[in-house]
């Protein structure tokens, strides 16, 4: 079992919907969970950062962690067309981050 | 002013050579790594330096030798290059261990 899982898509929605992303963890000790979005052809950038459980609300982004039942999203309001990228859930474990698949979302205008 | 920057971005070569990629940062940070993306954007970690000192190894055939000779500086060296090879590496920085991890743009390796 991978320590990371993410539906690597491609996600399509047309502009203006919600959308969500998910990733699951294995290793109930993680504490820092992580979402970076990549664009075409460039490196990824930290999007959101969240401790332990809860959630996290930047803009129109919400990092959520569940950690009971080791589940972690992303969810995004009002999606735009410049949204579309391919989005990363990470997971820190001591000096290294672990990386889900990524998450190819495309939004439609 | 890039932060993290790359060179080459894109390196087209045959099995068996041996190439390098550079990578420099102007961020100030004490701490570099070498990622790994595959064809299918899954991202791994290779190596990581903090102050030039090596500091996690993953699993990577030992063709793979890092180099940093300064702290704003970390090298990769391949060496008899596989088709296996083929991704797209990601140099990135930190200010320390357990800081954000700024990446570079990227090399793209294709091994003919």
């Known amino acids: 079992q991978k320590e990371v899982e993410q539906d690597p898509g491609p996600l399509s929605v047309p502009e203006g919907a919600i959308v969500s992303l998910n990733c699951t963890y294995s290793?109930?000790?993680?504490?820092?969970f992580m979402w970076y979005r990549q664009y075409s052809r460039k490196g990824p950038e930290l999007l959101m950062y969240?401790?332990?459980?809860g959630n996290k609300e930047d803009g129109r982004f919400t990092a959520q962690v569940d950690k009971s039942s080791k589940y972690i999203s992303l969810f995004i309001r009002d999606s735009q067309p410049s949204d579309s990228a391919t989005y990363l859930c990470?997971?820190?474990?001591?000096?290294?981050?672990?990386f889900g698949q990524g998450t190819e979302l495309s939004v439609k205008p | 002013d890039t932060a993290v920057s790359q060179t080459p971005k894109y390196l087209v070569t045959q099995m068996g050579n041996d190439k390098s990629i550079k990578c420099e940062q102007n961020?100030?940070?004490?701490?570099m790594y070498w990622y790994k993306q595959d064809s299918k954007k899954f991202l791994k970690i290779m190596f990581s330096y903090n102050n030039k000192e090596l500091i996690i190894n993953e699993t990577v055939p030992n063709r793979f030798s890092p180099k940093s000779p300064d702290k704003a500086h970390l090298n990769l060296h391949i060496n008899s290059l596989e088709l296996g090879d083929s991704a797209v590496y990601f140099c990135?920085?930190?200010?320390?261990?357990?800081?954000?991890?700024?990446f570079g743009e990227g090399s793209r390796l294709t091994v003919l």
């Open positions: 990470a997971i820190r474990q001591g000096g290294k981050l672990i």
């Open positions: 290793n109930s000790a993680f504490q820092y």
């Open positions: 990135a920085s930190s200010q320390d261990f357990a800081g954000e991890l700024f």
């Open positions: 961020l100030g940070h004490d701490t």
């Open positions: 969240t401790y332990s459980s």
